[in-house]
């Protein structure tokens, strides 16, 4: 029989919903106009009747201010200048990824070392690393010295990295996340 798949949709960039003209549910509210400057509080009527003269629309943009705050502005534009802020927010935002690392019970040194090398190389550029450790069989008996094992590897990078998450167990899975802290 054959799998079928969907596609994923792409996520839609969030938009803030802001009352407009008759929408509007405050009776009065400060009103700014398109330069910027403060008209003062108006009745609800007296707005719509300044922003119909004017060409615009009258959005609330903060309806939880004492009293309301709204803007005479084409909503075309801002709506544009909204999703133009949210694309920026967005830009600037970085994104951490979590590296993995993955120990066994009986790993030799030289291996540890490179565990050790390829996670501090992780750290160096930023992502948080999760080190992990699979018990097999009868490694499951001695889960207090895979922790301590998970604990001294932990140790052996020094001062300069900070737990996120402590030592968990899993079923047969230990883990731990760390990361280097900003000094």
Do not use: W
């Not at 200048?81 to 994104?95: G, N, S, T």
């Amino acid at each position: 029989m054959r799998k079928t798949f969907r596609r994923r949709q792409p996520a839609e960039v969030k938009q803030l919903k802001y009352p407009i003209n008759e929408a509007i549910q405050a009776a009065s509210f400060v009103v700014i106009d398109e330069d910027g400057k403060n008209l003062g509080v108006l009745e609800r009527e007296q707005a719509l009747s300044i922003a119909h003269e004017r060409g615009l629309d009258v959005i609330l943009v903060s309806p939880g201010a004492n009293p309301p705050v709204s803007k005479l502005i084409d909503q075309g534009k801002f709506r544009y200048e909204q999703e133009k802020q949210l694309r920026k927010q967005k830009a600037h935002q970085k994104k951490i990824e979590i590296k993995g690392v993955r120990l066994t019970f009986k790993m030799g040194v030289h291996d540890k070392e490179l565990r050790k090398m390829q996670a501090a190389r992780f750290m160096e550029k930023g992502h948080k690393v999760k080190i992990e450790m699979m018990l097999r069989g009868r490694e499951r008996q001695f889960g207090e010295m895979a922790i301590e094992n998970i604990k001294k590897f932990i140790n052996s990078f020094g001062q300069n990295i900070a737990l996120e998450q402590q030592v968990s167990i899993q079923g047969n899975r230990l883990s731990a996340i760390i990361y280097k802290k900003n000094s």
